[in-house]
Each structure stands twice: as C-alpha cells, then as structure tokens.
C-alpha cells in the first residue's frame, strides 16, 4: 500500500487554480507536519508549503498569498489550493511527511 497518494494535478492556463490532495494511509500524518515539495525540470526540489498538526502554516516567497495549506486530520488528508497560477509553477508536486514522501502529481501551467 502506497503510504501517501498525490492527486489534483493537471494542466491549466495561467491565472487559473488546481486544488492538489494528498491522502495518507494508516496514521502517517498524525502529530507531524506535513510539506508539499516541488520540482521542476533540472531543478532541485523545494519546499512549497508546510503545515503543522495544529494548523500552523509557512511558505515559500514565490507562492505566498497565491497557495494556501490545509489539512484535514479526521481524513488524514492534506490539501494545497493554488490560484492565480504562473508558468513558473510548473512542476512535479509531491507531499512528505517524516520521512514518506508521494509519488507526485504533475503541475502544468501553460497557455
């Protein structure tokens, strides 16, 4: 069973907004922060978001006051909701939490 399972990604124009999920299996997400990463091509990975059991959030400079973080603890899921999205945003989008990372979802933005 894969512990963590990205979804949501797609490809949109800029401006537009995608709502990514990350749903865990078992009790991967409890009491631990939890990231959103990306990578874009010959990049390295970066930390997008992160969100604290309690609800405590930070972010990168590129995405602040575009992404917000959120969880929800009861359905062990941790969204990341992207609007007005630029091209830069492009990447791979992946979730992590101690030391469980997901497979990724695929970010697009293009006209």
Same mark, same amino acid.
């Given at each position: @069973?894969? /512990?963590?399972?990205?979804?949501?990604?797609?490809?949109?124009?800029?401006? #537009?907004?995608?709502?990514?999920?990350? $749903? %865990?299996?078992?009790?991967?997400?409890?009491?631990?922060?939890?990231?959103?990463?990306? @990578?874009? /091509?010959?990049?390295?990975?970066?930390?997008?978001?992160?969100?604290?059991? #309690?609800?405590?959030?930070?972010?990168? $400079? %590129?995405?602040?006051?575009?992404?917000?973080?959120?969880?929800?603890?009861?359905?062990?899921?941790?969204?990341?909701?992207?609007?007005?999205?630029?091209?830069?945003?492009?990447?791979?989008?992946?979730?992590?939490?101690?030391?469980?990372?997901?497979?990724?979802?695929?970010?697009?933005?293009?006209?």
């Amino acid at each position: @069973q894969v /512990p963590l399972v990205e979804s949501g990604g797609g490809l949109v124009q800029p401006g #537009g907004s995608l709502r990514l999920s990350c $749903a %865990a299996s078992g009790s991967i997400f409890k009491f631990k922060p939890v990231g959103w990463h990306r @990578q874009a /091509p010959a990049k390295p990975r970066e930390l997008v978001a992160q969100i604290t059991f #309690g609800g405590n959030t930070n972010y990168a $400079a %590129a995405v602040k006051g575009r992404f917000t973080i959120s969880r929800d603890n009861a359905k062990n899921t941790v969204y990341l909701q992207m609007n007005n999205l630029k091209p830069e945003d492009t990447a791979v989008y992946y979730c992590n939490a101690a030391t469980q990372w997901g497979q990724g979802t695929q970010v697009t933005v293009s006209s």
